[in-house]
Structure formats: C-alpha cells, structure tokens
T-cell receptor
C-alpha cells in the first residue's frame, strides 16, 4: 500500500522567508502528485498537480518538484506571507489505484 | 460555477440513526469520490465512482453505501451510525481518475 509522509508536521517562519515543505512516498509507480492547502475548518484547495512525466510545476510564488525515482516531492514557497498560514497536504495517485493517498500534512504558520 | 457542493455542512446523529450526505458537481466530471478525514490519519477513500452507474469500494467502506444518481450527484449513506463514524467527510471530483481532484467544503458529522 502506498504510504505518504510529510515532514515536519508543523513549521513556523517569519514573514518574507522562503521555505520548503517535504513529501515522500513509498511506491514510485504513480500517475501524479497533487499539493493542496487546507485552512482550519475548511475544504481542500488544489495548489499544483505534477504528472508522473513532469519534474516540476509553478504557480505564482509556489513551485513543486517531483523526483519519482527517490519517492520525493518538495513544495517551495517564496517570500512567505501571513496569508500562507494553513495546512499543506501532499497526495499521490498510485498506478492502478482509484484514489489519492494523502500525507497527514504540514501546518505552516507565517509570523508577521 | 459552484464547483463541488456538499450538504449538510454540520450534522449530529445519535448511534443507530441513518442519514445521507449529498454531493454535486457542475464541472461535467466523470469521476467522483468520498473521503473521510480523521485527526492524525490523513484523508482516506470510502467509495469511488468512475462514471454514472458504477461504484467501487475504497480503503474504509464498512458502514457506508453510495449512489451515483447521475453524472452530477454522488451521495453517501450511513445506514446505522456509530461513534467511530464521527469525522469530516469530503466529496471530490475529477475529469477522470488520473486528473486533478477538486474538493467540496466538507460535512462535519458527530455521532453520539
């Protein structure tokens, strides 16, 4: 079964800092990897989707990379802002599976 | 374009009661999903539907039934609620299995 791990579980940074969130998965046979943001008491907002054939995707201040062979992805957030404070979830669709397998998330706090 | 909508937002049930969670999407997606989110465990798939009239069990299907009423709607039914079903339930949809998933706002269910 695919296992997805996110480290650290929580992270606090001062405003303006660049930061990296980490995600690792046990089975490299994946269709794609998706990064989400979840605000307290809210649903999930899709941030970036990386197909298995891609190495990275960018959206504004966000950049996600994928290294399938090592089972790792990173989400880079540039020039962090207090509004970036949320829980960030990583999820993969394993080849042959129907669903996303989720990590438990990294709770980010950006301090003004 | 409302995306994925879910009703109700909150619900409290007594053990043994039944209820149906409703989900609808207006993106003309083929695939729809029901997940549950529990603290420390990440989101887990309950049921999946690849298209109208088809459903498949996910990782945690016991105690639940689903109906893919048409392309837009996918409902989740708890026939006899148990305290272990206290959770946040999310519905999601995607164009097809390997594409980006979009999530609804969630239903917070408490079973006493």
């Amino acid at each position: 079964k695919q296992e997805v791990t996110q480290i650290p579980a929580a992270l606090s940074v001062p405003e303006g800092e660049n930061l990296v969130l980490n995600c690792s998965f046990t089975d490299s046979a994946i269709y794609n990897l998706q990064w989400f943001r979840q605000d307290p008491g809210k649903g999930l907002t899709s941030l970036l989707l990386i197909q298995s054939s891609q190495r990275e995707q960018t959206s504004g201040r966000l950049n996600a990379s994928l290294d399938k062979s090592s089972g790792r992805s990173t989400l880079y957030i540039a020039a962090s802002q207090p509004g970036d404070s949320a829980t960030y979830l990583c999820a993969v669709i394993a080849a042959g599976a129907n669903n996303l397998f989720f990590g438990t998330g990294t709770r980010l706090t950006v301090i003004p | 374009n409302a995306g994925v909508t879910q009703t109700p937002k909150f619900q409290v049930l007594k053990t043994g009661q039944s209820m149906t969670l409703q989900c609808a999407q207006d993106m003309n997606h083929n695939s729809m999903y029901w997940y549950r989110q529990d603290p420390g465990m990440g989101l887990r798939l309950i049921y999946y539907s690849a298209s109208e009239g088809t459903t498949d069990k996910g990782e945690v299907p016991n105690g639940y039934n689903v109906s893919r009423l048409n392309k837009r709607e996918f409902s989740l039914r708890l026939e006899s609620a148990a305290p272990s079903q206290t959770s946040v339930y999310f519905c999601a949809s995607s164009e097809r299995r390997s594409r980006e998933q979009y999530f609804g706002p969630g239903t917070r269910l408490t079973v006493t």
